[in-house]
Protein backbone atom coordinates (compact mmCIF):
# COMPACT_ATOMS: atom_id res chain seq x y z
CA UNK A 1 0.00 0.00 0.00
CA UNK A 2 1.12 3.79 -0.66
CA UNK A 3 -0.49 6.76 0.49
CA UNK A 4 1.25 9.66 -1.48
CA UNK A 5 -0.07 13.17 -2.93
CA UNK A 6 -1.20 12.85 -6.20
CA UNK A 7 1.38 13.98 -7.91
CA UNK A 8 3.93 12.18 -6.58
CA UNK A 9 1.89 9.09 -8.68
CA UNK A 10 5.25 7.16 -10.38
CA UNK A 11 4.74 5.57 -13.60
CA UNK A 12 5.53 1.96 -12.22
CA UNK A 13 2.18 2.54 -10.48
CA UNK A 14 0.59 3.99 -13.22
CA UNK A 15 1.74 1.20 -15.91
CA UNK A 16 0.85 -1.14 -12.80
CA UNK A 17 -2.82 -0.08 -12.68
CA UNK A 18 -2.83 -1.48 -16.77
CA UNK A 19 -5.38 1.10 -17.75
CA UNK A 20 -5.54 2.99 -20.77
CA UNK A 21 -2.57 3.36 -22.45
CA UNK A 22 -0.36 2.69 -19.18
CA UNK A 23 1.67 5.89 -19.15
CA UNK A 24 1.98 8.17 -15.86
CA UNK A 25 0.35 10.86 -18.81
CA UNK A 26 -2.70 8.98 -18.90
CA UNK A 27 -3.14 7.95 -15.46
CA UNK A 28 -2.61 11.41 -14.45
CA UNK A 29 -5.32 12.87 -16.98
CA UNK A 30 -7.96 10.32 -16.42
CA UNK A 31 -8.00 10.66 -12.99
CA UNK A 32 -7.88 13.97 -12.35
CA UNK A 33 -11.36 14.24 -14.87
CA UNK A 34 -12.86 11.46 -12.27
CA UNK A 35 -11.87 13.76 -8.85
CA UNK A 36 -12.89 16.67 -10.89
CA UNK A 37 -16.01 15.76 -11.40
CA UNK A 38 -16.34 14.48 -7.36
CA UNK A 39 -15.31 18.34 -6.94
CA UNK A 40 -12.32 17.28 -4.94
CA UNK A 41 -8.99 17.24 -6.77
CA UNK A 42 -5.92 18.78 -6.26
CA UNK A 43 -2.39 17.71 -7.05
CA UNK A 44 -2.01 17.82 -3.21
CA UNK A 45 -4.49 15.50 -1.95
CA UNK A 46 -3.64 12.55 -0.79
CA UNK A 47 -4.15 9.31 -2.59
CA UNK A 48 -4.15 5.65 -1.38
CA UNK A 49 -2.70 3.29 -3.97
CA UNK A 50 -2.87 -0.45 -3.53
CA UNK A 51 -1.27 -3.31 -4.69
CA UNK A 52 -2.61 -7.07 -5.48
CA UNK A 53 -0.59 -10.19 -5.61
CA UNK A 54 -1.42 -12.81 -7.63
CA UNK A 55 -0.77 -16.06 -5.30
CA UNK A 56 -2.89 -18.68 -7.24
CA UNK A 57 -4.42 -18.47 -10.67
CA UNK A 58 -7.14 -21.26 -10.61
CA UNK A 59 -8.78 -22.31 -13.68
CA UNK A 60 -12.80 -21.95 -14.13
Known amino acids: MHLMKFSEMTAELAWK?????RSLLNWQLDHQRFFEREGTFSPDMEIVVIEFKVVENIPA
Open 17 to 21: EGEGD
